[in-house]
């Protein structure tokens, strides 16, 4: 499988789900047509980008989003809906991560952007283990080291503070937190100062 295969298959998921929370279940039924050795390169395509996306501006961006600061489970569920999200996507987005002010991006109840998908990550494995009986961890091609293994890039959250994020992101900053309110709002969610977090008890 290349990455013209891996992309197919997640541009067929988006256009047969109807609704971002059906994404792992269509992507779950794909897959599970798929032979095994199929599966275990998609799983290797998707853990290769969701690692090319562990960028610091990235996780900025994310934070913006997000609408706080991610923890590393958040970040990382956060680079799986990005992969969900597409190739253009995908793409734009880490060359420029103020791009995803332009995704068409689903809001949960509370009107938040929702932008983690750790299903996603997992209709791989039930796919996987539907086709075999067998975990995905148990296939020789996922436990192999990968060629061309890009290290994730080194990063401190606490250099993205409001300052940071309004400078880096202003479409994101712009069309996020629009009112007055959600500006103080952020201005205390995303100050750093000695003892952590501004804002946190």
């Known amino acids: ?15 047969t789900a109807r609704y971002q929370r059906y994404r792992a279940e269509d ?3 794909h897959l ?6 199929l599966i275990a390169e998609f799983d290797i395509h998707f853990h290769k980008l969701v690692n090319q996306a562990d960028i610091g501006d990235v996780y900025g961006a994310g934070s913006l989003l997000n609408q706080d600061y991610m923890s590393d489970d958040g970040f ?18 880490l060359l420029n991560p103020d791009s995803m002010a332009r995704l068409d991006i689903v809001h949960d109840r509370d009107g938040d952007p929702d932008v983690y998908d750790e299903s996603y990550c997992y209709a791989i494995y039930k796919a996987y283990e539907k086709v075999t009986g ?6 020789p091609k996922t ?5 061309n293994y890009i290290e ?8 993205y503070t409001y300052l940071t994020l309004e400078e880096k992101f202003p479409l994101l900053w712009n069309k996020y937190l629009a009112s007055q309110l959600d500006r ?6 995303f100050s750093i100062n000695s003892e952590g977090i501004s804002g946190q008890e």
């Open 1 to 15: 499988m290349n990455d013209q295969d891996f992309w197919h298959i997640v541009a067929v998921t988006n256009r």
């Open 27 to 29: 992507l779950e039924y």
């Open 32 to 37: 599970s047509k798929l032979s095994p050795e």
């Open 76 to 93: 990382l569920y956060f680079r799986y809906w990005l992969v969900s999200m597409g190739q253009a996507a995908y793409e734009q987005a």
């Open 134 to 139: 067998r975990e995905i961890f148990d296939e």
């Open 143 to 147: 436990s192999e080291p990968q060629k």
């Open 152 to 159: 994730p890039e080194e990063f401190n959250w606490k250099d």
């Open 184 to 189: 103080e709002a952020a201005y205390k969610r």
